[in-house]
Nanobody, 118 residues
């Protein structure tokens, strides 16, 4: 059974930092690209960041580039999202996603709430 469990969300003031974690089990993590998405109230879910299976390639949404960093530890089956210089518009539920090559599989976590106060 595949599980993706996010943690690390919470309430932070603007300008602050949070580090999200997503612990994976039941899938070949070390060969799986991992992603972070977010969904704000009343808005569609949007891409935040992605990292290749090796960690050698990363990509970011323009809105978070330079502030957020995605990383992974394949020994711990965990992907991270370090979020710095947080803004109120970063408030959302953050989800991790595991997607196999060519979409062979596609799993989502349950999400973790991030709230940034002004």
């Amino acid at each position: 059974q595949v599980q993706l469990v996010e943690s690390g969300g919470g309430l932070v003031q603007a300008g602050g930092s949070l580090r999200l974690s997503c612990a994976a089990s039941g899938l070949p993590f070390s060969s799986t690209a991992m992603h972070w998405f977010r969904q704000a109230p009343g808005k569609e879910r949007e891409f935040v960041a992605a990292i290749s299976w090796s960690g050698g390639t990363t990509s970011y949404a323009d809105s978070v580039k330079g502030r957020f960093t995605i990383s992974r530890d394949n020994a711990k089956n965990t992907v991270y999202l370090q979020m710095n210089s947080l803004k109120p518009e970063d408030t959302a539920v953050y989800y991790c996603r595991a997607r196999g090559v060519g979409g062979a599989y596609d799993y989502w976590g349950q999400g973790t709430q991030v709230t940034v106060s002004s």
